[in-house]
């Protein structure tokens, strides 16, 4: 039983290297951080109620062109902005977790040239059976505009 832990511990660790590695090609494709400057052009930003109105309009457009909305802490499955924000903030904690789910960070990735909400990620701080066989430790999207 052990052995098997190790070795699932081990493939979800292989599985989000490739999933960081997918990330960050994305980021360069895009030509959201540019290597030759060694210079950032991201913010990563917990939300706030501040950002109410670009994470519902990043909701819109993922629905809208019915991509998955992966590493967002179930923004497109939640009816208002703050049922997802208390949601978000219980998960924030072992304490308030909610059931079923794991501790787990999410940011947002902020253009710091036009201040516009590129995309998400949720880091988690740990794993329950389904994300150890199938999700990982992080999940993220990167909207198409």
């Known amino acids: 039983m052990v052995e098997r832990k190790i070795r699932n511990s081990a493939k979800a660790l292989i599985i989000n290297l490739l999933c960081l590695n997918n990330c960050l090609i994305l980021l360069i494709k895009y030509n959201l951080y540019d290597w030759s400057k060694k210079m950032n052009r991201l913010k990563l930003v917990l939300p706030t109620p501040e950002f109410k109105e670009k994470l519902m309009d990043y909701k819109r ?37 909610r059931e079923g789910l794991v501790t787990s960070t999410t940011y947002m990735a902020i253009s710091i040239k036009h201040g516009s909400l590129v995309g998400m990620i949720d880091i988690r701080h740990c794993l329950n059976n389904y994300l150890l066989n199938f999700g990982g430790h992080i999940g993220y999207s990167i909207r198409k505009s």
């Open 61 to 97: 457009e993922f629905i809208e062109n019915g991509d998955s909305m992966d590493g967002t802490a179930g923004l497109r499955n939640t009816e208002t902005f703050e049922k997802w924000y208390c949601a978000f903030s219980d998960n924030l904690k072992e304490e308030t977790v």
